[in-house]
């Protein structure tokens, strides 16, 4: 409790500091919030590309709808798959026709089908690399009424790379981001307590431990370090909702990456308040 008072005295003593330092870690905080948001839209978009990979086993026309049922049922047991879905001759027509408007007339004047009746197979998150699509198309392709299984090698292939890519690029550019930041920060609450040399020096004068000259300090990093991030939170919304309203449609940033945020920067906060502190002790003690 008494690291507690002497941290609002503090503060209350030197507000205009605080707000500087609040700003200082909000910007400081702010740009690893747009690198997160930006971060997370990829891994959006990723994903959605990720959920349309899917295997297309195409049907002979001899085959008998009560055969396909029961292999279609076994194949939605395959660990990875996530549903098989029948496209008969007259649905895939009627597909074709919808999405091909340009071929309209071509397909209500044709007296028969050329479509093939199909099995789409949509696969699990999980098993969505290039193996695990090609090792399905593999096992459709032994029936023997699929006369072929498709699934676009080279597509799959470059979304895959392209994941690999985004992921190591984040986890560069996060750290990146993160030790600027860290710097930043530390440089704002060195010169907080650099403001109060004085009150440090008359503390370890009159016997203080520095335990006891560090606490009300590390608390006070931790207030200013979470002011910063909640100052980064409000300015990464109001550029998400600017963006979200005059150039494209963008997802928030999941809860538990905002917790997380705030804690990193209320960690930073009382980590470079400590240094500081241990730092002008041991000039003090020099002397």
Do not use: C
């Amino acid at each position: 409790m008494r690291a507690i008072r002497e941290a609002v005295t503090g503060i209350r003593r030197a507000p205009a500091l605080t707000v500087l330092t609040v700003m200082a870690i909000g910007l400081s905080v702010f740009t690893l919030g747009l690198f997160g948001l930006t971060a997370h839209n990829i891994d959006v978009a990723l994903s959605d590309v990720e959920r349309r990979v899917e295997v297309v086993a195409y049907l002979r026309d001899d085959a008998s709808e009560e055969l396909i049922e029961i292999a279609r049922h076994e194949i939605e047991s395959y660990p990875e798959v996530e549903s098989a879905r029948y496209v008969s001759k007259v649905e895939a027509l009627y597909e074709a026709s919808r999405e091909l408007t340009e071929f309209s007339d071509v397909y209500s004047d044709l007296e028969v089908n050329p479509l093939p009746a199909s099995l789409e197979i949509s696969l699990r998150p999980d098993f969505r690399t290039p193996d695990d699509v090609e090792a399905v198309a593999d096992r459709l392709s032994g029936y023997h009424f699929v006369e072929e299984a498709r699934y676009g090698r080279e597509w799959v292939d470059r979304i895959y790379s392209l994941r690999r890519v985004a992921g190591g690029a984040a986890i560069i550019l996060g750290l990146s981001f993160a030790i600027g930041a860290a710097l930043l920060i530390g440089i704002a609450v060195r010169m907080s307590v650099l403001a109060r040399a004085r009150e440090i020096s008359i503390m370890q004068t009159i016997g203080a431990t520095d335990a006891y000259v560090r606490r009300p300090f590390l608390v006070e990093g931790l207030v200013t370090g979470l002011g910063g991030g909640l100052l980064a939170l409000g300015l990464t919304w109001a550029t998400y909702l600017t963006v979200e309203r005059t150039l494209l449609s963008l997802a928030w940033l999941p809860d538990l990456w905002i917790a997380g945020g705030l804690a990193f920067a209320g960690l930073l906060g009382m980590l470079a308040a400590s240094g500081a502190v241990r730092r002008e002790l041991r000039r003090l003690d020099a002397y």
